[in-house]
T-cell receptor, first 113, second 117 residues
Framework: DQQVKQNSPSLSVQEGRISILNCDYTNSMFDYFLWYKKYPAEGPTFLISISSIKDKNEDGRFTVFLNKSAKHLSLHIVPSQPGDSAVYFCAASDSNSGYALNFGKGTSLLVTP | EAGVTQFPSHSVIEKGQTVTLRCDPISGHDNLYWYRRVMGKEIKFLLHFVKESKQDESGMPNNRFLAERTGGTYSTLKVQPAELEDSGVYFC???????????????FGPGTRLTVL
């Protein structure tokens, strides 16, 4: 039933290196994808998004790549910083059937000095 | 500009009791959403308001849950009677009209942690 999957519950990366977070989806009707970042006791904070008509979107240190044929997207953070340590959620929506976001379970990123 | 606010931040109630959660969206945001995260699971959509109208309530688990948004401003989510499996974090989010923007960026509140004993 879960349409968005983040198969890595956790990831540890050294400061300055690249962090790559992955996300897979099953619903081919999804046309908008978002990444959210979440700190403990806070709500998810929007990070970056991508429309299905694109395959890449970049914003500063954050880049999202979309591979529609593989139903896969990834978030690249480079260079990683200790303040990036948080849980990252991938989300997807199908604008033709509403604006509900379908979330993955999240990946906990730890950036070590 | 104030973000999405939710009240209370925590609520501990006994099974069978009633709890009402409140969400104040960002001013000017017509779209308001409720989500829930049960321990160990993903954040799941509950429902979507456009102003005071329920646009999509396909995620509401059962009729013990009642959401309202009178006047199209703040929203309440009432659980009556609460059951053990209702425990979790309830998030509210708001967004501007997706039709005027290129994406549906939803801004989330800090959540209400509900514990049913």
């Amino acid at each position: 039933d879960q349409q968005v999957k983040q198969n890595s519950p956790s990831l540890s990366v050294q400061e300055g290196r690249i962090s790559i977070l992955n996300c897979d989806y099953t619903n081919s009707m999804f046309d908008y994808f978002l990444w959210y970042k979440k700190y403990p006791a806070e709500g998810p904070t929007f990070l970056i998004s991508i429309s299905s008509i694109k395959d890449k979107n970049e914003d500063g240190r954050f880049t999202v790549f979309l591979n529609k044929s593989a139903k896969h997207l990834s978030l690249h953070i480079v260079p990683s910083q200790p303040g990036d340590s948080a849980v990252y959620f991938c989300a997807a929506s199908d604008s033709n059937s509403g604006y509900a976001l379908n979330f993955g379970k999240g990946t906990s990123l730890l950036v070590t000095p | 500009e104030a973000g999405v606010t939710q009240f209370p931040s925590h609520s501990v109630i006994e099974k069978g009791q009633t709890v009402t959660l409140r969400c104040d969206p960002i001013s000017g945001h017509d779209n308001l959403y409720w989500y829930r995260r049960v321990m160990g699971k993903e954040i799941k959509f509950l429902l979507h308001f456009v102003k005071e109208s329920k646009q999509d309530e396909s995620g509401m688990p059962n009729n013990r849950f009642l959401a309202e948004r009178t006047g199209g401003t703040y929203s309440t989510l009432k659980v009556q009677p609460a059951e053990l499996e209702d425990s979790g974090v309830y998030f509210c989010a708001s967004s501007q009209d997706p039709g005027t923007h290129s994406y549906n960026e939803q801004f989330f509140g800090p959540g209400t942690r509900l514990t049913v004993l």
